[in-house]
């Protein structure tokens, strides 16, 4: 079955507002150009990477999905993007750290059989992850980007894939080392725009819409987690026929899984409330 349209969902861990709008020089280059639209996106409490990560995907709040902190993990139950995509007939990818796996397909990860798969029947039909096993302030144990990048323009050829989501921890782990008012970030977002940059406009080519954004923001000292405006703001770009709202809205992260099922034509579940944003 054809969906609407196809849709990529590029998120970039960890990087709070200001950075996005200025040290991201490609994004903010198209966002003036006027080829992508860009908001401040909010996102829920606690403001943890694994609690964004279900939120993100099922529309729901961490109080409700119950993923609510990164060390409580387990299959989430309510409908999310990608169950409802392989509902309608779609064909879905991740490429992505394995806790999506977990919340989404099956828990525990399993490093040898849910590493890299290919599923017709599954609500994720190909999944490529990593896991950063042994990450510390020393060792961030990240891929790199272009290799993620690579592998979902991969997915995107090979499998004809109507939703894809991308997800990288490196910005998230600079971060946590350097904090984010310093060369090293300066450096490892000016790297990162540039990576993106190099992928993004093959996918616009190959008729996919792309959401560029973060689960959460950070502090100067590198901490999220909490009720701050640095911890839950980033931005949001969006590349695409769909228009959205006032340039100075601010957007709930709760939005962005309806958004999506509306934007592939997938009717959004019951349990998925909150306004879609773009029309």
Not at 193 to 201: R, S
Request: hydrophobic fraction near 35%; aromatic fraction near 10%; proline fraction near 5%.
């Amino acid at each position: 079955m054809a969906l609407k349209s196809k849709l990529l969902l590029i998120i970039l861990d960890g990087v709070p507002y200001r950075n996005w709008r200025r040290l991201m020089g490609n994004l903010e280059g198209w966002a003036q150009s006027g080829e992508a639209q860009v908001w401040k996106m909010r996102s829920v409490l606690p403001s943890t990477s694994a609690c964004c990560y279900a939120s993100i995907h099922t529309g729901v709040a961490p109080q409700v999905h119950g993923i609510l902190s990164n060390e409580n993990r387990f299959r989430v139950r309510q409908p999310d993007i990608f169950s409802e995509v392989s509902k309608a007939g779609g064909k879905t990818g991740a490429v992505t750290h394995s806790y999506w796996s977990e919340f989404f397909r099956s828990y525990p990860f399993d490093l040898v059989e849910d590493m890299e798969f290919d599923d017709p029947s599954g609500p994720i039909t190909h999944g490529r992850f990593h896991t950063m096993t042994g990450y510390n302030l020393k060792n961030q144990m990240t891929p790199s980007d272009v290799d993620l990048f690579a592998t979902l323009t991969m997915l995107a050829k090979r499998h004809g894939i109507d939703y894809g989501i991308l997800h990288t921890c490196t910005l998230d782990s600079m971060g946590h080392r350097f904090g984010h008012d310093c060369h090293e970030m300066d450096h490892a977002c000016y790297a990162m725009d540039g990576m993106l940059a190099a992928f993004l406009p093959q996918w616009r080519a190959a008729g996919y819409e792309v959401i560029v954004t973060a689960d959460h923001g950070q502090t100067d000292r590198g901490h999220h987690g909490g009720h701050d405006d640095e911890m839950q703001d980033f931005a949001l770009y969006y590349f695409g026929p769909a228009r959205g709202p006032e340039a100075d809205t601010l957007l709930d992260q709760l939005q962005l899984a309806p958004t999506v099922l509306s934007r592939l034509g997938v009717e959004i579940p019951e349990t998925m409330k909150a306004k879609v944003f773009l029309g």
